[in-house]
């Protein structure tokens, strides 16, 4: 049975007159809803409610950039949470609180962490709330209750900082809140639901993060492509869309998102596979008739940038595998997200693809933006001696789905 969502325009009615609303994210992510408020109408009310209905475990998303104001860096050097979920360092109201954990303490702190004369110097840390640095672009660049906190307030014209925690059940305490418990009970506090698909839909209709910039034929050995260029307005990123044939309808449409590799794509590195993939899915596309290859720039090294990624082939070499020497540098073993490539896809005119990946986050990553995937086309894996130890790490370690042999190019 579908699920019996309110509308976007309901929540954010809801979040301007300092109400909670639920909100409930893909199925294929968390599967859970979250109680949300806006920052700045914090009460004791409000918390306690949130207290006793959800975990307790009470975050406050808020921008990088304010995070950074008020001296709020990650909780940990190398972030571990397999969502991806950004915790920062936990804090108190430096005054106005007893010991920091009772409702009032809390509503105090987080009123604090929304309002914009408030200083670095006006928390104690470690505390009893704890902060979220949500992505600049918000559900459009990840589609996560963190960034959908922020959006919401945004969308109210309060301060960009939300509150939120997941929901329990009631049936059962010791998990979370599903779809229909969670519309059950909605009902019976009158809150709002909606889903972080449909907020994004609803940005989408009213913004973009990507201006398509320039269009130019590029005839290529497998065939003549036209190369589209498009500009993203949050991290001033130029990236390209390679189309064969024509979109038409926009289902069921043959994609490859193809992470940026210098090293591998240009250069012909024999440490990874990225140029033999990249040239893979262009002559996919191109038997096809149909389709679209991604080149994401921003994501050399997943996402650690050009020379990070030659500390980490140091480490490598050293002894390390290259799951454990991103971390060894401080950095996440897979920092890319798919918000934009989602959003040039969506200018393209598609609707559902056939994505052609090994790597299955990124079709969770890309069907958190309401695109639908019709299935999942391997790329041919050939390990080499060169290659092999990192093709087996993400197989092993990063969830890959890899078949290696040994016969084919590098």
Do not use: W
């Not at 596309?285 to 940038?305: C, T």
């Not at 990553?365 to 993400?394: D, F, M, Q, S, W």
């Amino acid at each position: 049975m579908t699920l019996r969502l309110d509308t976007v325009e309901r929540a954010i009615t809801e979040m301007k007159a300092g109400r909670p609303v639920i909100v409930i994210d893909d199925e294929d992510r968390e599967n859970e809803g979250d109680l949300i408020f806006a920052a700045e109408l914090a009460t004791p009310e409000l918390v306690a409610f949130m207290v006793r209905y959800t975990s307790g475990y009470i975050c406050v998303s808020l921008t990088e950039g304010e995070a950074d104001r008020l001296e709020l860096p990650p909780m940990l050097r190398v972030n571990q949470d397999r969502r991806g979920t950004a915790y920062a360092v936990t804090v108190d109201a430096r005054e106005g609180v007893s010991t920091g954990i009772s409702a009032s303490d809390r509503a105090h702190t987080i009123r604090l962490l929304a309002d914009r004369k408030a200083t670095a110097a006006d928390f104690s840390r470690p505390g009893h709330v704890v902060p979220l640095r949500a992505k600049d672009g918000g559900v459009l660049r990840r589609p996560g209750h963190t960034e959908a906190a922020v959006d919401l307030a945004v969308l109210a014209g309060l301060a960009p900082v939300g509150a939120l925690c997941e929901v329990v059940s009631e049936k059962d305490p010791a998990g979370m809140a599903r779809a229909d418990e969670l519309r059950v009970f909605a009902d019976e506090h009158e809150l709002a639901l909606i889903s972080i698909a449909d907020l994004i839909g609803y940005r989408r209709r009213y913004e973009k993060l990507v201006e398509r910039v320039a269009t130019a034929r590029v005839p290529l050995r497998y065939g003549e492509f036209t190369a589209i260029g498009y500009a993203s307005s949050y991290d001033n990123r130029e990236h390209l869309a390679f189309v064969f044939g024509e979109i038409g309808d926009g289902e069921d449409v043959l994609v490859r998102a193809h992470s940026e590799c210098l090293t591998g794509d240009v250069f012909g590195s024999l440490r990874c596979d990225c140029g033999p993939q990249l040239d893979a899915a262009l002559a996919a596309v191109a038997r096809e008739g149909r389709g679209v290859v991604l080149y994401m720039r921003g994501h050399e090294g997943r996402g650690i940038g050009l020379f990070h990624k030659l500390q980490a082939y140091q480490l490598q070499d050293a002894g390390m595998d290259t799951y454990e020497a991103n971390v060894a540098l401080g950095l996440p073993a897979d920092a890319r997200d798919y918000g934009t490539g989602a959003q040039i896809l969506v200018d393209l005119g598609i609707h559902s693809m056939r994505l052609l990946t090994n790597n299955p986050a990124k079709r969770a990553g890309l069907e958190g933006y309401g695109l639908r995937i019709t299935g999942r086309v391997p790329l041919p894996t050939h390990a080499t001696p060169e290659n092999r130890r990192y093709l087996e790490t993400k197989r092993d370690r990063m969830g890959h789905d890899l078949h290696l042999d040994t016969d084919g190019p590098a």
